[in-house]
């Protein structure tokens, strides 16, 4: 699979015979006040991209700090749990 | 499909979060996102574009992102052959149209602005292409190009699925 050429070359070779020198004078005439608009909704699809990374980071951080805390909660049994281990035996010489 | 690629900025507080937006008359393929391929020539960019003496800082940053997509929204110049003819055939059919009415050759914004107002490649939201390749300072020949300088512009920010500090340089 890649681009479909086809369909790209079809689109692109009907509009070029289609266009007269109007529409192509038209087309230069309104280039920039296009561009300005697809600029500007770009800029707002990036915007809500950035938003969406943001927010997935600080999730995926979330839960990462809880996997943390309980892993550290588990390790804190455990290490009650081996000193109280280590409590009931007699002491080692040092 | 997922690429991880390399965007290189001047050193900045806050750090970015997002690419920043090319845009402009001086963009290959119109305004979008631009990243490179390879990270050698991220830190190339950086070193030679973004180290000027306006980047008060001295210091500039290359980021890495991730970007997804489907097959049917690639058009890869550089690695696919048929993807390449037939880009070079649209630029060609454009310019000698264009020739014909305006009597002048096009520049390149307006080759990229049209392919934009018509809305005629909407499926393709990545194009992977080469860039002038003049890099001696990365080849171990010098004059051979033998390394593609490889850049790739996303037009939708959507695509761009993670993007992250890799690590800010100084200036040398």
């Given amino acids: 699979m890649m681009a479909n050429w086809n369909k790209l070359n079809e689109q692109f070779d009907s509009l070029l015979d289609s266009m007269s020198q109007e529409d192509w004078q038209s087309w230069a005439k309104n280039r920039g006040d296009k561009k300005l608009m697809r600029t500007s909704e770009m800029l707002l699809k990036a915007k809500l991209q950035e938003e969406k990374l943001i927010l997935a980071n600080s999730n995926s951080k979330s839960i ?20 109280s281990h280590i409590g009931s035996q007699p002491a080692l010489a040092a | 499909m997922t690429l991880e690629l390399f965007h290189t900025q001047e050193y900045r507080e806050p750090q970015l979060k997002f690419p920043v937006l090319a845009e402009g008359n001086e963009q290959w393929l119109g305004d979008g996102y631009y990243f490179w391929q390879d990270y050698e020539f991220a830190k190339w960019w950086g070193e030679t574009k973004k180290c000027k003496r306006t980047n008060v800082s001295r210091r500039y940053s290359i980021f890495t992102a991730t970007i997804s997509f489907t097959e049917d929204e690639f058009i890869d110049t550089v690695f696919n052959e048929e993807d390449y003819y037939n880009f070079v055939s649209t630029i060609q059919k454009f310019a000698s149209k264009y020739v014909s009415v305006f009597k002048h050759k096009h520049s390149l914004e307006e080759f990229n602005d049209f392919i934009a107002d018509k809305g005629l490649w909407q499926d393709i939201k990545v194009i992977r292409f080469q860039d002038i390749p003049e890099n001696d300072a990365l080849m171990s020949v010098n004059g051979y190009y033998y390394k593609k300088r490889i850049q790739l512009r996303i037009n939708a920010p959507e695509k761009i699925t993670t993007f992250a500090l890799l690590k800010t340089l100084y200036c040398v």
């Fill in chain 1, 64 to 83: 990462f700090s809880q996997k943390i805390s309980s892993e550290q909660s588990f390790n804190i049994v455990s290490i009650i749990g081996n000193i």
